[in-house]
């Protein structure tokens, strides 16, 4: 097993209402009344309240060019990587050069070097510290990145891993393009980043270190799906694919991914008490609900951060878990799980420790 001991979000500083949003974007999609009444109809009911980005909103109107987008993911996502790192190393009482492994995942911008590379010389983590960046799994890639971490630390359970997303969505909606998927997109995604520290089973141990075990992951790709979610990557940058289809791989594929994996362990869906599900819009977690026959409180931290910030892709089911590692929950069962382009689905099982561990006073003793 692993243990998560802390996660952090990182957000820009510019925040805005979803009416907001849409005023100033609507003149910059699309000039046709029909369209616009359409995106106007689609963002009031995205179940988005607010979201942060990454520029003040009305300097959108000038971001004409892939070049210009890029460079900014590069230098707003590396601080965001940063604030989001040392939070998450200081909240877990670990040093930046303590950190073995390190895993960085986005799907809204590119670099190379990438951004962990910058990430670790600015945090202090060692010369020999090792870097694995992930790009195209999209929205399940926080979900996955926390499993891929999960296999690394299984088999070095005395090292420290830090799993980081940096998810700068907005910089990827395309000015003059009213399609159906640009509008919904511009709705519903919002900026952010997250980092997660999971350690191995030793170095948890000879800490004392609090936090749900990842007791065991499931990955799953569906077949014939590959237009449903994605990106058409070009001359403009990336230009969203996203089909009304998502909630119909859910209905088919997810509870069946669900039950089996709660089953190798002998649970069920009643055993668990707590869901993080990545926030991927109204309809996705509607069918979420749907195909494990859960209650509408069961997804409410989701429905929360949809509301909150959008859907930050990568980062946005990290916030989530973050969230949840706030309330101690000794014994409790979770499962963590998103969906990417592919489509994939991935899985995430945890388990609260019954007794949580003890904590050493400022001498290293045991405090009673």
């Given at each position: 097993?692993?243990?998560?001991?802390?996660?952090?979000?990182?957000?820009?500083?510019?925040?805005?209402?979803?009416?907001?949003?849409?005023?100033?974007?609507?003149?910059?999609?699309?000039?046709?009344?029909?369209?616009?009444?359409?995106?106007?109809?689609?963002?009031?009911s995205s179940g988005v309240e607010n979201r942060n980005l990454v520029m003040?909103?009305?300097?959108?109107?000038?971001?004409?060019?892939?070049?210009?987008?890029?460079?900014?993911?590069?230098?707003?996502?590396?601080?965001?990587?940063?604030?989001?790192?040392?939070?998450?190393?200081?909240?877990?009482?670990?040093?930046?050069?303590?950190?073995?492994?390190?895993?960085?995942?986005?799907?809204?911008?590119?670099?190379?070097?990438?951004?962990?590379?910058?990430?670790?010389?600015?945090?202090?983590?060692?010369?020999?510290?090792?870097?694995?960046?992930?790009?195209?799994?999209?929205?399940?890639?926080?979900?996955?990145?926390?499993?891929?971490?999960?296999?690394?630390?299984?088999?070095?359970?005395?090292?420290?891993?830090?799993?980081?997303?940096?998810?700068?969505?907005?910089?990827?909606?395309?000015?003059?393009?009213?399609?159906?998927?640009?509008?919904?997109?511009?709705?519903?995604?919002?900026?952010?980043?997250?980092?997660?520290?999971v350690v191995g089973d030793d170095f948890a141990a000879e800490r004392g270190?609090?936090?749900?075990?990842?007791?065991?992951?499931?990955?799953?790709?569906?077949?014939?799906?590959?237009?449903?979610?994605?990106?058409?990557?070009?001359?403009?940058?990336?230009?969203?694919?996203?089909?009304?289809?998502?909630?119909?791989?859910?209905?088919?594929?997810?509870?069946?991914?669900?039950?089996?994996?709660?089953?190798?362990?002998?649970?069920?869906?009643?055993?668990?008490?707590?869901?993080?599900?990545?926030?991927?819009?109204?309809?996705?977690?509607?069918?979420?609900?749907?195909?494990?026959?859960?209650?509408?409180?069961?997804?409410?931290?989701?429905?929360?951060?949809?509301?909150?910030?959008?859907?930050?892709?990568?980062?946005?089911?990290?916030?989530i878990l973050a969230d949840a590692l706030r309330t101690p929950a000794p014994?409790?069962?979770?499962?963590?799980?998103?969906?990417?382009?592919?489509?994939?689905?991935?899985?995430?099982?945890?388990?609260?420790?019954?007794?949580?561990?003890?904590?050493?006073?400022?001498?290293?003793?045991?405090?009673?």
């Amino acid at each position: 097993m692993s243990r998560i001991v802390a996660a952090a979000p990182a957000v820009p500083v510019h925040r805005y209402s979803q009416a907001e949003i849409t005023g100033v974007l609507e003149p910059l999609l699309t000039h046709d009344p029909g369209r616009a009444a359409v995106m106007r109809r689609i963002h009031a009911s995205s179940g988005v309240e607010n979201r942060n980005l990454v520029m003040e909103l009305d300097r959108y109107s000038g971001l004409d060019s892939f070049h210009e987008a890029n460079d900014l993911f590069i230098s707003a996502g590396t601080d965001l990587a940063e604030q989001a790192t040392r939070d998450a190393l200081s909240s877990a009482g670990i040093r930046a050069d303590e950190v073995d492994f390190v895993l960085f995942t986005s799907v809204t911008g590119v670099a190379a070097p990438s951004i962990d590379a910058q990430l670790a010389t600015r945090v202090g983590m060692r010369s020999d510290v090792k870097r694995l960046p992930s790009f195209g799994l999209g929205c399940v890639a926080g979900a996955a990145g926390l499993a891929r971490v999960h296999d690394y630390l299984v088999g070095h359970p005395h090292d420290v891993a830090v799993l980081v997303s940096v998810e700068l969505c907005s910089l990827t909606v395309q000015l003059g393009d009213d399609s159906m998927a640009n509008i919904v997109a511009s709705g519903l995604f919002g900026d952010g980043a997250a980092a997660v520290v999971v350690v191995g089973d030793d170095f948890a141990a000879e800490r004392g270190l609090d936090g749900p075990d990842v007791i065991d992951t499931r990955s799953s790709l569906y077949p014939q799906t590959e237009d449903v979610i994605g990106w058409d990557i070009g001359g403009s940058g990336f230009r969203i694919v996203l089909s009304a289809g998502v909630p119909d791989v859910i209905a088919k594929h997810f509870a069946g991914d669900v039950h089996a994996l709660l089953g190798e362990h002998g649970l069920s869906v009643g055993d668990v008490s707590t869901w993080l599900a990545h926030p991927g819009g109204p309809k996705v977690l509607e069918a979420f609900a749907t195909a494990l026959g859960l209650t509408d409180a069961a997804l409410a931290p989701s429905w929360r951060a949809l509301a909150a910030t959008g859907n930050q892709s990568s980062a946005a089911v990290l916030g989530i878990l973050a969230d949840a590692l706030r309330t101690p929950a000794p014994g409790e069962t979770g499962l963590l799980f998103a969906l990417g382009p592919g489509v994939t689905a991935e899985l995430v099982l945890l388990r609260w420790p019954e007794h949580p561990a003890p904590l050493e006073d400022a001498s290293g003793n045991i405090a009673a």
